[in-house]
C-alpha cells in the first residue's frame, strides 16, 4: 500500500513565551491532507497508513458561511475512525498544510470511541506542533515575528459555529489552542461525537514558518490528573537536548 508521508520541515524554538507580529503581506494555509493518527492512547491498536487528502472548495472563507463549506467529516478520515482510545493517554493526529492567501476556516466532526476500563468526566483537544513525545503546545513555543499559527474558532460569534459535543455539556475556553469538555461521562463500550472549527491563518511578510501542526485528543478521568506546565517544560526541555526538530516526510511505499 502507498503512503504519502511528510514532515515538517523547519525547528522549533522551545521557550514559554509566545509572540506574533500582524502586519505586512499575508500569506495564508488551507489543510492538504491529514496522517494516521498515533500515540499511547492507542496502545497495540493497527491503524492503516493511509494518507487522507483534504477538499478546500472555499480558500480563505473565514467567518463568511455557516457552517463552513470547508468540512473534514470523520476525522481523521481514511485511517482509524472513528478514533478508538485503548487508554487514558494522548492520540495526535498532524495536518499539513499550504499557503493560500488568507485565513482558512474548518468544520470538523468526529466519533470517537472510549475503549478503556475508565469512564471518562472530560475529554481535551489541544493544538500544537509534533507528536507523541515531541509535541509541544503553543505556550512552549515562540512564534517569530510575522508567523501566525492555527487556532480553534469556538466563541460561536457572528457566522461562527459553536463547538458541540453528544456526551459533554461544557467546553472550558484555555486560550486560543485548546478545547476542554466536562458535564458529562462517557462509559467503557460508549461513544461520543464532536463538531469544532479551526482556522488556519496568515503567514505574515511571506513567511513559511511550517507546514504541518497536530491536534492532540486526550480523555480525562477523575484521579487521572493532566499534565502541568512544568511537567511539560521539563518534557520540552529533553527534547531541545536532543534537537527538536519537525522535519517534512518523504513520500515511502
Known amino acids: 500500500m ?7 520541515s523547519r525547528t522549533l524554538i522551545t521557550t514559554l513565551v509566545i509572540s506574533v507580529y500582524f502586519g505586512g503581506t499575508s500569506q495564508a494555509r488551507t489543510i492538504t491532507d491529514i496522517s494516521p493518527p498515533t500515540g499511547p492512547g492507542q496502545v497495540g491498536l493497527f491503524c492503516p497508513q493511509v494518507q487522507t487528502p483534504v477538499a478546500t472548495p472555499s480558500p480563505n472563507n473565514d467567518n463568511s458561511i455557516t457552517p ?3 468540512q473534514i467529516l470523520n476525522f481523521p478520515g481514511l485511517s482509524c475512525s472513528p478514533k478508538n482510545f485503548q487508554a487514558i493517554a494522548p492520540i495526535d493526529t498532524q495536518l499539513f498544510v499550504s499557503p493560500s ?13 472510549n475503549n478503556t476500563s475508565s ?9 500544537g506542533f509534533g507528536i507523541n513525545d515531541n509535541f509541544a503546545p ?16 469556538f466563541n460561536g460569534l457572528g457566522s461562527d459555529v459553536p463547538p458541540t459535543s453528544s456526551r459533554f455539556a461544557q467546553v472550558l475556553q484555555d486560550g486560543s489552542y ?3 469538555w466536562l458535564g458529562g461521562t462517557v462509559a467503557p463500550g460508549e461513544s461520543v461525537n464532536f463538531t469544532f472549527s479551526i482556522d488556519v491563518p496568515d503567514d505574515l511578510d511571506g513567511n513559511n514558518f511550517y507546514d504541518a501542526f497536530t491536534i492532540r485528543q486526550t480523555p480525562i478521568t477523575k484521579g487521572v490528573p493532566e499534565p502541568t506546565s ?6 520540552l526541555l529533553s527534547v531541545v537536548g536532543s534537537g527538536f526538530a519537525l522535519k517534512r516526510k518523504q513520500g515511502i511505499e
Open 230 to 235: 512544568i511537567t511539560s517544560f521539563l518534557t
Open 178 to 180: 485548546n478545547l476542554q
Open 138 to 153: 503553543p505556550e512552549l513555543i515562540l512564534v517569530p515575528f510575522g508567523f501566525a499559527i492555527p487556532d480553534f474558532d
Open 68 to 70: 463552513s463549506p470547508n
Open 119 to 127: 469512564i471518562w468526566n472530560g475529554f481535551k483537544f489541544q493544538i
Open 2 to 8: 502507498y503512503q504519502k508521508v511528510k514532515e515538517i
Open 101 to 113: 492567501g488568507g485565513t482558512t476556516e474548518y468544520f470538523i466532526t468526529e466519533t470517537v470511541v
